[in-house]
């Protein structure tokens, strides 16, 4: 099994990036927003998500030839962890169901 070989500071050295878009607000977690609103992003961004589809599975794809080629992960657990809500939200089953 590969195993992580990131130092503890180099993985949380620099916290997350926030972009703020409003004064007022922040940006909402897919998991907190009512599902009337995810059909309505859903409607408006089905193209969108299909791209990023594609795009985040051959990136994933290329990280794990990366990672076999290299002997070594570079692509750590606890990045995917952190994403793993989100990236639910788009892959929803089959990664490559919609590809």
Request: proline share 4%; charged share 30%; hydrophobic share 35%.
């Amino acid at each position: 099994a590969q195993h992580c070989t990131c130092s503890p500071l180099s993985r949380h050295t620099k916290p997350d990036d926030t972009v703020v878009h409003h004064k007022e607000s922040h940006r909402e977690t897919f998991s907190n927003m009512r599902p009337e609103l995810l059909q309505r992003i859903e409607a408006l961004t089905k193209v969108d998500v299909r791209l990023y589809h594609m795009a985040l599975y051959q990136f994933l794809r290329e990280i794990v030839w990366l990672e076999s080629r290299l002997g070594r992960r570079v692509l750590c657990d606890d990045v995917l962890e952190r994403n793993e809500d989100e990236l639910a939200y788009v892959f929803k089953g089959d990664p490559t169901s919609s590809v």
